[in-house]
């Protein structure tokens, strides 16, 4: 067996699970969950429609690179949403099952294991767990940056050494962020362009949560941001960059499992290489649905102004109890429970135990780095059930945080 595996930490549901053994939570009060960032709204009937009308494309074998139809519809949303000159559906797009598999597999086409030294892929701290299993099984190992919550809990590039910058060959960010919900600006990225240039590493833009968010103004894309830093009309547009993202959140359809990777014409024509051999090929009839969705504007509107409302009702709610913000984007809420006086933990824990509602302790999602776990005494609530029953586990915490005093 592959004695990289071995480096695999249990994912953090695991860790959850072994934490809750032996508990019995309150027979008294239905179980809630915020653990697991799913969503949990209807999927919206003309995508369901959309699949069931093409179901006769299960008879042919697809092509890893998509139709021209869904590559020029994800080309023309790329253009219409960040404000981009035309993309080349041909060399620019490449449609994925799901923005996970993609960021898993981009690091082994990305990485060259056959360097001096043990290549590095950075990551944000706390972090999606995929980015540090994709990092071991290419061979390579992850270099956390910790998030710092005073500069909205973006990573500080400027605490990396030279000496590990010469080794990193690609950069996993998320924005916005699991789980901080933060959003990187202009002058990020303007910084870590900079430095991709500088040392010739290769930049992954996680964007699966850009669709939801809370205030007037869209987050900022990677790709966006390259555009209005003029580099989408260079010789190479958007070199070393590659965005992900994802109809999961966007459009409530986490089983379809599509989305797209877009940018460098360099980097996708190897990534293409690497995912024929793979067998990285989207179904016809989920193609079809796909496009059904990217190009619908309307079931987006109404999917965040529902995430909107519910945040509206439950931060204020939790505020009172602990310390927590209305984030950038995302349906995430990202806690500190120092205040209780219990570890993220124990506060998961008792929280389970005494009122049925689970959460994630926040160190599950980070790792010891220079000298902190940037997510220990936080923990990460998924907003993605109904009003109602968000309301309820909120009103559930601030219960059981009442009783701590």
Request: aromatic share 10%; with cysteine.
């Amino acid at each position: 067996m592959n004695p990289l595996l071995d480096k695999l930490q249990p994912y953090p549901f695991e860790k959850l699970r072994q934490l809750f053994a032996g508990v019995t939570p309150n027979p008294a009060l239905r179980p809630i969950s915020l653990g697991i960032g799913e969503p949990k709204h209807p999927t919206p009937p003309f995508i369901r429609q959309a699949l069931a009308d093409n179901l006769g494309g299960l008879a042919s074998y697809p092509s890893t690179t998509g139709s021209e139809a869904l590559r020029g519809t994800i080309a023309a949303w790329l253009e219409r949403r960040y404000g981009l000159p035309a993309l080349d559906p041909a060399t620019q797009v490449l449609p994925v099952n799901g923005s996970r598999e993609a960021l898993f597999a981009f690091a082994q086409a990305v990485i060259d294991p056959g360097v001096a030294h043990t290549p590095l892929v950075m990551c944000p701290n706390p972090f999606y767990q995929i980015y540090e299993g994709a990092a071991y099984l290419a061979g390579a190992e992850p270099y956390f940056v910790n998030s710092d919550p005073a500069r909205n809990f973006a990573p500080d590039y400027d605490t990396v050494p030279d000496e590990v910058w010469q080794r990193v060959q690609l950069l996993y960010i998320c924005t916005p962020g699991n789980p901080t919900g933060a959003v990187l600006s202009l002058t990020d990225w303007e910084h870590l362009f900079a430095l991709s240039e500088r040392y010739d590493f290769i930049i992954a833009s996680d964007e699966c949560y850009s669709e939801i968010y809370h205030g007037d103004e869209a987050p900022l894309g990677a790709l966006q941001a390259a555009h209005t830093l003029g580099l989408s009309t260079v010789e190479r547009p958007y070199a070393r960059l590659v965005v992900f993202s994802s109809l999961s959140k966007r459009s409530n359809v986490p089983g379809m499992r599509s989305g797209f990777v877009a940018g460098d014409a360099e980097v996708l024509k190897k990534f293409l290489l690497y995912r024929t051999y793979h067998g990285g090929a989207m179904s016809p009839a989920v193609q079809a649905a796909s496009i059904a969705a990217w190009n619908d504007e309307s079931h987006v509107f109404e999917n965040r102004t529902q995430y909107r409302a519910k945040f509206t009702v439950i931060t204020p709610l939790l505020q009172t109890v602990l310390d927590v913000a209305l984030p950038d984007a995302g349906f995430y809420l990202w806690a500190d429970v120092s205040r209780t006086g219990l570890t993220d933990e124990e506060f998961a824990r008792r929280l389970y135990a005494e009122y049925n509602v689970t959460v994630l302790p926040g160190s599950y999602l980070a790792r010891d780095a220079h000298g902190s776990n940037p997510g220990r005494n936080r923990i990460r609530m998924a907003l993605v059930a109904e009003t109602a029953e968000g309301l309820e586990a909120a009103q559930r915490i601030v219960q059981f945080c009442n009783t701590l005093t």
